[in-house]
T-cell receptor, first 116, second 117 residues
């Protein structure tokens, strides 16, 4: 158990709908990362938040957005869903302290999204 | 741009045999390298990491990896594979944080390990 929790575990929805994925980081971790794992794209970085502020963006679609709340949990919002958005969405957290670049990311169990 | 290549998509080994999973990276500065394992239906578990220092790093579950700068490689090894090691293995490189850069991870495509009895 990494200490990172994600809900829900599974989500089935229809095209055009909107869903929210939730992530609670490990205690003490300030940074949250979202990744998408799909068969055709592999594991791709989407977005990072640090202590409530967006730190970096990756290959995140405009239909997707995220935020990190004062209690440091994060939500990933996916809207106007398409069949191709079906994937496993991982959240990871890290301390974001110490020597530059040496933070270790700990991953949650993921949310499997199926768009029908 | 940073990238990670895992040349072997699928590997099958016999239980008790040795294992080496290959990983090559492309990065302009000192890389920060990781190996993660993903069991079916599970999340990613960190096996080991390399930041600096000794180029041979030990991880959990009896795994080790060796950083070879001259070959831009970070191969994962295990002397004797157990059936429970069957999983998908991902090599990743971390982009160091400086000048506004992020700590995001760039993953390889993964190597699926099957273990024969």
């Amino acid at each position: 158990d990494s200490g990172v929790t994600q809900t829900p575990k599974h989500l089935i929805t229809a095209t055009g709908q909107r869903v929210t994925l939730r992530c609670s980081p490990r205690s003490g971790d300030l940074s949250v990362y979202w990744y998408q794992q799909s068969l055709d794209q592999g594991l791709q970085f989407l977005i990072q938040y640090y202590n409530g502020e967006e730190r970096a963006k990756g290959n995140i679609l405009e239909r997707f957005s995220a935020q990190q709340f004062p209690d440091l949990h994060s939500e990933l919002n996916l809207s106007s869903l398409e069949l191709g958005d079906s994937a496993l969405y991982f959240c990871a957290s890290s301390v974001e302290g110490g020597v530059v670049g040496t933070d270790t990311q700990y991953f949650g169990p993921g949310t499997r999204l199926t768009v029908l | 741009a940073q990238s990670v290549t895992q040349p072997d998509i699928h590997i099958t080994v016999s239980e008790g045999a040795s294992l080496e999973l290959r990983c090559n990276y492309s990065y302009g500065a000192t890389p920060y390298l990781f190996w993660y394992v993903q069991s079916p239906g599970q999340g990613l578990q960190l096996l080991l990491k390399y930041f600096s220092g000794d180029t041979l790093v030990q991880g959990i579950k009896g795994f080790e990896a060796e950083f070879k700068r001259s070959q831009s490689s970070f191969n994962l090894r295990k002397p004797s594979v157990h059936w429970s090691d069957a999983a998908e293995y991902f090599c990743a490189v971390g982009a160091p944080r400086y000048g506004g850069a992020t700590n995001k991870l760039i993953f390889g495509t993964g190597t699926l390990l099957a273990v024969q009895p």
